[in-house]
């Protein structure tokens, strides 16, 4: 297998391939959630908007 860790880290040719597809993976796992959770703000804040402008709106019909 390996005699060092410096032969592992290598990966046989393949490092560069290796660890880069590993540190886009985890900047992907990382980000996902911060925008997911940033999208969902700003449909909560759009519908309270709609819901807002509905009540205003039917008040004037009164």
Do not use: H, T
Not at 32 to 52: D, F, G, S
């Amino acid at each position: 297998m390996w005699n060092s860790p410096a032969e592992f880290f290598a990966m046989g040719g393949y490092a560069l391939y290796v660890w880069s597809s590993f540190g886009v993976c985890a900047l992907i796992l990382v980000l996902e959630p911060i925008a997911i959770n940033a999208r969902r703000k700003k449909i909560v804040q759009r519908l309270q908007r709609e819901i807002r402008a509905e009540k205003f709106d039917k008040e004037g019909m009164k």
